[in-house]
T-cell receptor, first 117, second 108 residues
């Protein structure tokens, strides 16, 4: 596909379980971003990858959150021991270069809606 | 105090009106984004800019680095422009800060 793909589109899980969210960026895009939007809240930046490395992990809300990116392409966001406050839409975006290097539009996926019961 | 302030929070306009949404920020930035979020939740990145002015169709974004201010203008507004518009800045430490958004409703 031509756009950013996220899976699953919806995930319902029980409190305490681990979840993995996947993002397939646009082919050739080196920068990848994860955000989340909780109900009634604004967008919250989580983490940013340039290639396989994550220059900025400061947005991760707790040590239960981790993310990796392999091969400079697919990224997974893992939430361990999920809590109800983790319920949100998790958005992924990619851009050709990103970061402070240049001016690049971010292309967003449709998001994964996570509900923790 | 938020690092990014948007105004107005809510805006209702008649179709055809010229619309301006403002964004002020308090941190040193390397770039500023304008995002559009439709009622269904989908988010589109409209502009990313670090100086001057950009235009895309009926949308114009400007930024004044000295005044730490950006504006998003919509000319000849249309009901399909109804959405939440979000200003986001990337600071020099590569940290993002987001405004709380401006909810725009354009009435036919």
């Amino acid at each position: 596909g031509a756009g950013v793909s996220q899976s699953p589109s919806n995930k319902v899980t029980e409190k305490g379980k681990d979840v993995e969210l996947r993002c397939d960026p646009i082919s050739g895009h080196t920068a990848l971003y994860w955000y989340r939007q909780s109900l009634g809240q604004g967008l919250e930046f989580l983490i940013y990858f340039q290639g396989n490395s994550a220059p900025d992990k400061s947005g991760l809300p707790s040590d239960r959150f981790s993310a990796e990116r392999t091969g400079g392409s697919v990224s997974t966001l893992t939430i361990q021991r999920t809590q109800q406050e983790d319920s949100a839409v998790y958005l992924c975006a990619s851009s050709p270069r990103g970061g402070i290097i240049g001016e690049n539009i971010q292309y967003f996926g449709a998001g994964t809606r996570l509900s923790v019961l | 105090k938020n690092e990014v302030e948007q105004s107005p929070q809510n805006l209702t306009a008649q179709e055809g009106e010229f619309i301006t949404i403002n964004c002020s920020y308090s941190v040193g930035i390397s770039a500023l984004h304008w995002l559009q979020q439709h009622p269904g939740g989908g988010i589109v990145s409209l502009f990313m800019l670090s100086s001057g002015k950009k235009k895309h169709g009926r949308l114009i974004a400007t930024i004044n680095i000295q005044e730490k201010h950006s504006s998003l203008h919509i000319t000849a507004s249309h009901p399909r422009d109804s959405a939440v518009y979000i200003c986001a800045v990337l600071n020099t430490g590569n940290q993002f800060y987001f405004g709380t958004g401006t909810s725009l409703t354009v009435i036919p």
